[in-house]
């Protein structure tokens, strides 16, 4: 089992439509979650955090489920611009992150 | 966005040769990380550094070595390519090592190993 578990996708979504992507992990004892984005053969950059409250920011909010060992991803009014790959990452041993390998999403007008 | 470079941005060599990718920093950040990403698989460390002249090893550093001089360069090294090391290779930076805190990526480097 891969420590960090992601739908490659690719999710194909109207503009406007609300889309919603899982991620699970299986280091019960991580205690740092992320969303990065990567565009196109770019490199990734941080979206957001995600905190054990949940967290938001603009049109996303992240979520964290210890309990089932998963955190989530939700766009709402989505963008053209939204089109890109999510990478879910959390945090391994010795202070190193651990990757998810992506969920690709794609805006259609 | 972040002062990091990597170069060359691309790069094709043959089974056998020695490889060396760059990565150049500005913005003074004590750890430094090669990543190497392939489809299917999320990023995976290679190496990673804590401060000049202090390295350790990743998941994959089989097959690499790394080296840093200053703090504003971290070199990986492929001492022999190998066909299985094609691959994009991404360095990245951060302020703190812990996993708390954000990395900040270079563009990437896309090697092909024939």
């Known amino acids: 089992r891969k420590e960090v578990e992601q739908d490659p996708g690719p999710f194909n979504v109207p503009e406007g439509a609300t889309v919603a992507f899982n991620c699970t992990y299986s280091?019960?004892?991580?205690?740092?979650f992320f969303w990065y984005r990567q565009d196109c053969r770019k490199e990734p950059k941080l979206l957001m955090s995600?905190?054990?409250?949940?967290n938001e920011d603009g049109r996303f909010t992240a979520q964290l489920n210890r309990a089932s060992q998963y955190i989530s991803l939700l766009i709402r009014d989505s963008k053209l611009s939204d089109s890109a790959t999510y990478l879910c990452v959390t945090a391994g041993s010795n202070y190193q992150l651990i990757w998810g390998a992506g969920t690709k999403l794609i805006i259609k007008p | 966005d972040a002062g990091i470079t990597q170069s060359p941005r691309h790069k094709v060599t043959e089974t056998g040769t020695p490889v060396t990718l760059r990565c150049h920093q500005t913005?003074?950040?004590?750890?430094m990380y090669w990543y190497r990403q392939d489809p299917g698989h999320g990023l995976r460390l290679i190496h990673y550094?804590?401060?000049?002249?202090?390295?350790d090893k990743g998941e994959v550093s089989d097959g690499y070595s790394v080296s840093r001089s200053k703090t504003e360069d971290f070199l990986l090294t492929l001492e022999s390519a190998t066909s299985s090391q094609t691959s994009v290779y991404f360095c990245?930076?951060?302020?703190?090592?812990?996993?708390?805190?954000?990395?900040?990526f270079g563009p990437g480097t896309r090697l092909t190993v024939t």
């Open positions: 990245a930076i951060s302020e703190v090592g812990q996993t708390s805190y954000e990395q900040y």
């Open positions: 995600v905190y054990s409250s949940g």
């Open positions: 913005e003074n950040h004590r750890y």
């Open positions: 280091n019960s004892a991580s205690q740092s």
């Open positions: 550094s804590y401060g000049v002249k202090d390295t």
